[in-house]
């Protein structure tokens, strides 16, 4: 694989660099662990803009008012930017942040390129024996703990009471029983069944699950994604699409679905509880009753979900390390976690934080906290986070009819063992 410098040599190159973590920013002291906390902490949130990064927002400047010297200077990056706008800044030494919240398959990426910190032993990783065992998973690399859980996700179906009750059907289980609902939404409402986003390959994973495959088997480095099974499951959403069952796109996709659902157009779709504060706002959905969460439909051989969320990292050429590590447990501790849950409906990643009120009398976390712990775990392996570059161009192109399922699939496996040197 290819490899970035080790950590001691970039830490080593930063500390003579007068640019490292935030160019503009002049401020590098905080004062030692013994004394107070102090400086500036640069932070990268990559949570959603309009709902999730509101709150974030407000719980930093908490930590500001419990420690009045430290600055924390709050980046809403978008998600689709923040993974290579990282990487670019930590290889070039110049504008990196003290502390990102990265996707859990960026985790051993950066890890393995040598530009997060080690946590273990700092005041960052507290408690790390109460984190949930699943969420630890994604922030181990060769050893070594390099962030901290913050939220943990999965995906469900979310639908719309409303409909199903005009239509006179039920909540689909199977991926069979998905096309005779919608088609009998269609014939009562007009409406189409579901909306299957088509430019993220994300929304693909429960399918591929379903019938039993999965991207790749690191414990015997082979590449599945072309097996049958992986053809089964292009078939799969490809046959969604074509019997009218799922409306699809190849761009836009999260602003369609989300505007499609929430205006009333389609009776379902596939989500995480990321999205269910930005769905509440939603005229359908003004009276919250109306939206109802399942479990993903399974396909011919299993009913799956991936396993998501974020962690925290610092960043391993950060000149404010005792406030960056403070920061990153002040935003990940119990309390907080059942914060968010109550503001948000985010899952927490302590199994503390399940014995909070605001957490146990939350209905979402109600429905997801069993669905997370089924959820199928991805590879921890530095490459996890590129695997879906390849995929979603397939997926895109299989939905649209640009390719078929069999060589859409191929295509994929080709390009995963070119990135994965040595791999069957």
């Avoid at 902490?41 to 990559?46: F, L, R």
């Avoid at 009750?165 to 609902?181: M, S």
């Avoid at 799922?246 to 009776?267: I, R, Y």
């Avoid at 906290?369 to 979603?392: D, H, M, N, Q």
Wanted: proline share 4%.
């Amino acid at each position: 694989m290819r490899r970035g410098i080790t950590a001691t040599a970039l830490v080593a190159a930063l500390a003579l660099a007068a640019t490292a973590c935030g160019s503009d920013d002049k401020s590098d002291g905080t004062s030692k662990s013994s004394g107070e906390l102090s400086g500036t902490v640069t932070w990268w949130d990559t949570s959603t803009v309009g709902s999730e990064d509101k709150v974030f927002k407000k719980i930093a400047e908490d930590f500001e008012k419990k420690h009045p010297k430290v600055d924390v200077k709050y980046v809403n990056v978008p998600f689709g930017e923040a993974q290579n706008k990282f990487k670019n800044a930590a290889q070039s030494g110049s504008g990196a942040p003290d502390v990102i919240r990265s996707e859990v398959a960026w985790t051993p990426e950066f890890a393995d390129l040598g530009y997060l910190a080690p946590l273990d032993g700092t005041p960052a990783l507290q408690k790390a024996d109460d984190f949930l065992k699943q969420a630890a998973a994604s922030t181990e690399y060769n050893g070594k703990t390099y962030a901290v859980p913050q939220v943990i996700d999965s995906m469900g179906i979310f639908y719309n009471k409303k409909i199903f009750k005009e239509a006179g059907v039920e909540v689909p289980t199977t991926v069979d029983e998905l096309k005779t609902v919608s088609k009998k939404i269609k014939d009562k409402t007009g409406k189409t069944g579901m909306y299957l986003r088509g430019d993220d390959a994300y929304w693909f994973l429960s399918f591929l699950y379903g019938e039993g495959g999965d991207l790749v088997d690191a414990s015997t480095k082979s590449v599945t994604v072309d097996n049958a099974a992986g053809v089964k499951a292009m078939k799969v959403v490809k046959d969604l699409v074509d019997s009218g069952a799922a409306k699809t796109d190849a761009t836009d996709g999260w602003e369609n679905m989300q505007s499609s659902f929430k205006d009333g157009k389609v009776a379902m779709m596939i989500n995480g509880p990321w999205a269910v504060a930005d769905t509440y706002a939603g005229k359908e959905f003004k009276d919250k009753a109306n939206l109802g969460v399942a479990p993903v439909p399974a396909g011919s051989v299993a009913q799956g979900a991936p396993q998501g969320g974020h962690n925290l990292a610092v960043y391993a050429g950060s000149k404010n390390l005792d406030a960056s590590y403070a920061f990153v447990d002040y935003m990940t501790s119990a309390d907080t976690q059942a914060q968010v849950t109550k503001e948000l409906n985010l899952l927490p990643t302590r199994t503390s934080a399940y014995a909070k009120e605001e957490v146990v009398d939350n209905e979402i976390v109600g429905f997801f906290k069993p669905v997370v712990e089924t959820a199928v775990e991805r590879p921890w392996i530095p490459e996890t986070g590129s695997l879906f570059a390849p995929l979603v161009t397939e997926y895109t192109k299989v939905l649209t009819g640009q390719t078929t399922p069999e060589k859409g699939a191929k295509a994929t496996g080709d390009s995963y063992r070119k990135l994965l040197k040595g791999w069957k």
